[in-house]
T-cell receptor, first 114, second 113 residues
Framework: EAGVAQSPRYKIIEKRQSVAFWCNPI?????LYWYQQILGQGPKLLIQ????????DSQLPKDRFSAERLKGVDSTLKIQPAKLEDSAVYLC????????????FGPGTRLTVL | QQQVKQSPQSLIVQKGGISIINCAYE??????FPWYQQFPGKGPALLIA?????SEKKEGRFTISFNKSAKQFSLHIMDSQPGDSATYFC????????????FGEGTQLTVNP
């Protein structure tokens, strides 16, 4: 079974630039998550989708971050404009529908904002 | 409060020793407590999980001990091996929010040969 795919793996940008990350979840997984993992910290949920709909985006900085999940499969997370404090690893995870189903994480995209 | 506090921040043990990582939570509504293992350059992967209706769960060399009254749980790695060297995260979630995970800060474990 293929795992969660993410691209790019690394990205370096200047502050105030825009960046987008892509995620392809495990086939059949209706729930998709984006987490932000700052160096030395645990992952923090940014947004959770179930199929096309947003379940939880309470910790998403909506003034600069946006995410979409078209057709209930792939998802894109965008930052516009980026700030220095956005430097982090952005992890995508997916799971089957239902509470406490195992979340499978992708390898992440490491973003450096200069 | 939805915080999960984890300690120690880093841990060094000798091969064959026991590694112990502790977590404490505040929200008594949490009802599922997974542990994730993360290797450099990889995403976290589920290691073992427990619900608060049991006090202990063992899978191979990995054991979770759970103390509901103290709101604490811990991961024990028996016979630690160099291949166990990784960062370990405890997490917690509760039914009302589906599968949203609140992670601890992480423990970097190094097992010396």
């Amino acid at each position: 079974e293929a795992g969660v795919a993410q691209s790019p793996r690394y990205k370096i940008i200047e502050k105030r630039q825009s960046v987008a990350f892509w995620c392809n979840p495990i086939s059949g997984h209706a729930t998709l998550y984006w987490y932000q993992q700052i160096l030395g910290q645990g992952p923090k949920l940014l947004i959770q989708f179930q199929n096309n709909g947003v379940v939880d985006d309470s910790q998403l900085p909506k003034d600069r971050f946006s995410a979409e999940r078209l057709k209930g499969v792939d998802s894109t997370l965008k930052i516009q404009p980026a700030k220095l404090e956005d430097s982090a690893v952005y992890l995508c995870a997916s799971s089957l529908i239902g509470a406490n189903n195992e979340q499978f994480f992708g390898p992440g995209t490491r973003l450096t904002v200069l | 409060q939805q915080q999960v506090k984890q300690s120690p921040q880093s841990l060094i043990v000798q091969k064959g020793g026991i590694s112990i990582i502790n977590c404490a939570y505040e929200n008594t509504a949490f009802d599922y407590f997974p542990w994730y293992q993360q290797f450099p350059g990889k995403g976290p992967a589920l290691l073992i999980a427990i619900r608060p209706d049991v006090s202990e769960k063992k899978e191979g060399r990995f054991t979770i001990s759970f103390n509901k009254s103290a709101k604490q749980f811990s991961l024990h790695i028996m016979d630690s091996q160099p291949g166990d060297s990784a960062t370990y995260f405890c997490a917690a979630t509760f039914e009302t929010s589906g599968s949203r995970l609140t992670f601890g800060e992480g423990t970097q474990l190094t097992v010396n040969p």
